[in-house]
């Protein structure tokens, strides 16, 4: 995800290049599994600080249910403007520092956010973060209900096999009197006193 931008640099303000991606990003972050290529459109605008890059991509990515833990395809949005700048002059070839420029520091000494001395602007690590950025929170299993024909997580055949597993796996409510059985004797009389406090209470 490498563009030249030595005769964009050349050009006046306001002039663009946009472009259409397809692109293989199996190698972008080894904590990433995409199941499709990373795909839609990226425009280079001409600014008087360098170049101003918009993308606006998707990709579906494998992430784990937060519910059954298993592999769930997450269809992800990708949008993003930032601004590079240039390290070095496109005309005398002079290094810029980034005292020459306005923008918060961290944003001017950004490596992600530089045109290289080779003219070259790379939007792999801005991708990178904004995929990030994007992944929902807990990702989910979403399957419809055979009752309803509605979109519903409780119907994932893996959540309810697990629900059903720790309902068999549960202890009953009436339990033997070697319930404690097991337990460090330091606690099993704060759990019997327990027990007898919500006896009495019901």
Known sequence: MEFNVAQLMKE?????????????????DAGLT??????GDLELLRIHSGVLARGDFAVELSLQCGRCLEPVPIPVSVRFSESFRPLTDIQTGRFLPPEEFEGQAE??????????????????EVVRQNIWLSL??????????????????DACPHYVKLMSESELASPTETQTPNEFEGIDPRWAALLALQSESTQDKS
């Open 12 to 28: 006046a303000t306001g002039a663009r290049r946009s472009y259409s991606l397809d692109d293989d990003i199996g190698d972008l």
């Open 34 to 39: 995409p199941l499709t290529n990373l795909t």
């Open 107 to 124: 944003d001017l000494t950004d490596e992600a956010l530089l045109i290289d001395a080779q003219h070259i602007l790379d939007i792999s």
């Open 136 to 153: 929902p929170i807990v990702a989910a299993c979403h399957y419809t209900d055979p009752a309803s024909g509605a979109m519903n997580p």
